[in-house]
Each structure stands twice: as C-alpha cells, then as structure tokens.
C-alpha cells in the first residue's frame, strides 16, 4: 500500500516586482524559487554557505588519504606496523585536522 504525505496546498499571488525579487534572491543562494518562499516562510531566513574554494581542501585530503591507504597496505602485506608507519599516520592526520580547520575558519555564512 502507498503512503501519501499530508500536504496543505495554498496559493500566495505575488506582484510581477516582488516575484522578480523572490527569484533573484533564490539564485544569489542556488535554491528552487519554491524551496526558498518555503524556508523563508518557516524559518524567516535562509542560510548560504560560500563553498567555492573546496576542491583544492578535497584534493589535499585525498592525497593525504592515499597515503594512510599506502600504509596500512603495507602493515596488511606484512602483518605488522612500524612504529614509524605510526607516527605518519599521526602526522597525516594532524595535517588533516589543520588543512580543515583552516578551510572551516574561512567560511562565511550569509542569511539571504
């Protein structure tokens, strides 16, 4: 049996201005006009987070997840781990935590 969600439809008719300005400040945060008038409605504001400049902080964390992989391959192949393998890992991800705190610190979250 199908389940249907309990929905209350209702029509809001806005001058051809005031959609203008519903659709403009849509895209300056890349949502749906739809999506948008229904946060706004809810929560009285919506939050956008800048994301631009994420692909250099995924690429150094993959890099540095090739060479936790790198090690623990090893430590498979030979069943056992260096103490030295140890402490890379331990200077990877404390390389990790930093390049991440970095980027978080950098975000900038704008109420439309």
Known sequence: MRKFKEVKRKEIIYSLSEWKQIE????????????????????????????????PVINAMRIMGNNINQVAKKANEINSIYADDVEKIKKIQEELCHILNLYVSTLTSKAA
């Open 24 to 55: 403009k400040a849509a895209a300056k945060v890349s949502m749906q006009t739809s999506e948008y008038i229904r946060r706004m409605s809810l929560n009285g504001e919506v939050t956008y987070l800048n994301m631009e400049g994420v692909t």
